[in-house]
């Protein structure tokens, strides 16, 4: 898996928007945290040829795996289209952007030095969920961390005279155990689980207005900069459990994403890609509908 790296224009390595001659496509995936982007740019990664490149600024940072929440190795699908290089030379399949940090989105595509626009189209979609469905969520997942081991992993990371304002130490999830690990060797069991809860209760907080306003950024970008962003629904996928949790999301976010991206690439429906004679539609090698 990739990731867009800073530039002296806060952007990207310039050898990835080498020339070209023709425009190239990319698929960007936009959306709140804990919307399903990595999910989407799993399911897109696992149907075409492409290649996923994390637009997190968080994520790319090294360690602290659970407080960031990095896909596992099982989840990344590496022989599906993922890669592990930097960004430091053209992927050789479609390029699909995902990832939290819209400002980084949103330097990239209007960035004059590179001229994005002019070399690339782009397919924006956006996995959107209704914010009190979403922040439920998070709350759950915030719970699953705690159990995963959240709580050691950032106290093996915690340092008294850490700086909270730069690199990793900016993840929710971090600044918020500081008085906890500096309280409890002076605290009794009680004292320190009132304490533990607390740190817990502010990172799902924290969470939750980071969520609100990266829904608010995108807003932004499709209303004021007239981005032609596709919104995908995926409230009753959240709201559903189990299987029919899976079965709204490939009928809600999945499947019309497809659709979408099909449609971008090849100008044509994805239903005809696979219903087509064999030979009949050229595409790419892998195509996997």
């Known amino acids: 898996m990739s990731s ?12 990835f928007f080498s020339p070209r001659r023709h425009k190239e496509k990319v698929v960007i995936l936009m959306g709140a945290t804990g919307s399903g982007k990595s ?6 990664a696992t149907r075409f040829p492409a290649e996923v490149i994390n637009s997190d600024k968080i994520q790319v940072h090294e360690g602290l795996d659970i407080v960031t929440n990095k896909m596992t190795e099982e989840e990344q699908f590496r022989r599906h289209g993922f890669t592990r290089h930097g960004f430091d030379r053209v992927p050789s399949q479609l ?20 001229r994005f626009r002019s070399k690339y189209e782009c397919c924006f979609l956006w996995v959107d969920v209704a914010m009190p469905v979403l922040h439920q969520y998070v709350s759950e997942r915030v719970d699953k ?12 990371f915690f340092d008294s005279n850490a700086n909270y304002s730069t690199g990793i130490g900016k993840a929710i ?3 918020e155990f500081d008085r906890y690990f500096r309280g409890e060797p002076f605290l009794d069991k009680q004292g320190r689980a009132k304490l533990l809860q607390e740190a817990i209760q502010e990172i799902k907080t924290n969470t939750c207005r980071l969520a ?11 209303n004021q900069k007239n981005w032609k962003i596709h919104q995908l629904d995926a409230t009753e996928a959240f709201r559903r459990r189990g299987e029919e949790s899976d079965e709204a999301w490939e009928e809600l ?11 971008f690439l090849y100008d044509i429906s994805s239903r005809a890609l696979l219903t087509s004679p064999a030979g009949a539609i050229r595409v790419p090698c892998g195509i996997m509908l």
């Open 95 to 114: 390029p699909i952007i995902a990832g939290g940090s819209n400002s980084f989105i949103e330097a990239l595509v209007d960035d004059k030095h590179f």
């Open 39 to 44: 999910r989407l740019s799993i399911d897109l």
């Open 173 to 175: 999830g971090v600044h």
């Open 145 to 156: 961390m705690v159990e995963n081991g959240m709580v050691d992993e950032v106290r093996n």
């Open 4 to 15: 867009l790296l800073d530039t002296p224009s806060g952007l990207l390595k310039s050898d």
């Open 253 to 263: 976010v999945a499947g019309p994403s497809t659709e979408m991206v099909a449609q």
């Open 212 to 222: 609100c306003r990266q829904w608010e950024k995108i807003n932004r970008l499709r």
